[in-house]
């Protein structure tokens, strides 16, 4: 995975709970980007951040999802109110070079 | 992001039999990445294509980038159980836009 770290692996949450996922981008990058995969699917562009910045958030539902990449720390997915429906692994990339490379994801399960 | 379209779905190979799958887009990409993913982990890059009409090897795996920049193919010669797995491929215009995936199963 190149470097890019995200957790957890693995979150489970009741509906109606708040899911945080954490990523860090290759060392010395500032570019994060997340997807989202279904089961059985490809990955989705959901957004897209430079550090303190929102680039591209066109993939993003409109709402209980947020996203932000402080100064200091990791990137961080939030997710609001999850429903069963959010079940999914989310996985965070890094761009190098015309390239993205993916994290290990963290897989969300909501009950 | 656009929709590629990747086929095939499934394939299900002997061992030492060669595999090929493609992708088609409507939309130009000015890259073409192909990944492999295992259960449970991330996408992981295998070739990277940046150039229209390039043909990449990456030992028993080779890819072409079509040369109107909206297709491309993956061949994997002489197939091993470790093959296993599913195979994207994704354009890039600063995000990336993915193939529904192959899912390839070796016959040992």
């Known amino acids: 995975n190149a470097g890019v770290m995200q957790n957890p692996r693995h979150l489970v949450r009741r509906r109606g709970q708040e899911a945080r996922l954490r990523c860090s981008p290759m060392?010395?990058?500032?570019?994060v980007y997340w997807y989202r995969q279904l089961p059985e699917e490809g990955l989705k562009f959901m957004v897209y951040l430079q550090k303190e910045n929102i680039i591209d958030e066109s993939g993003m539902p409109k709402e209980r999802f947020s996203a932000e990449f402080p100064k200091e720390g990791p990137s961080i997915l939030r997710i609001q109110q999850v429903v069963r429906g959010d079940s999914a692994a989310y996985f965070c990339?890094?761009?190098?070079?015309?390239?993205?490379?993916f994290g290990p994801g963290t897989r969300l399960l909501v009950l | 992001g656009q929709q590629l379209n990747q086929s095939p779905q499934s394939m299900f190979i002997q061992e030492g039999e060669d595999v090929s799958m493609n992708c088609t887009s409507s939309s130009i990409f000015n890259t073409w990445l192909w990944y492999k993913q295992d259960p449970g982990e991330g996408p992981v890059l295998l070739i990277a294509?940046?150039?229209?009409?390039e043909l990449t090897s990456n030992g028993r795996l080779t890819a072409q980038f079509g040369i109107t920049r909206k297709d491309s193919f993956l061949n994997i010669s002489a197939s091993i159980p470790s093959d296993v797995g599913i195979y994207f491929c994704?354009?890039?215009?600063?995000?990336?836009?993915f193939g529904a995936g192959t899912t390839v199963t070796v016959r040992a």
């Open positions: 060392k010395g990058h500032s570019h």
């Open positions: 994704a354009g890039l215009d600063y995000k990336l836009s």
């Open positions: 294509l940046y150039k229209a009409g």
């Open positions: 990339a890094s761009l190098e070079q015309e390239t993205q490379y």
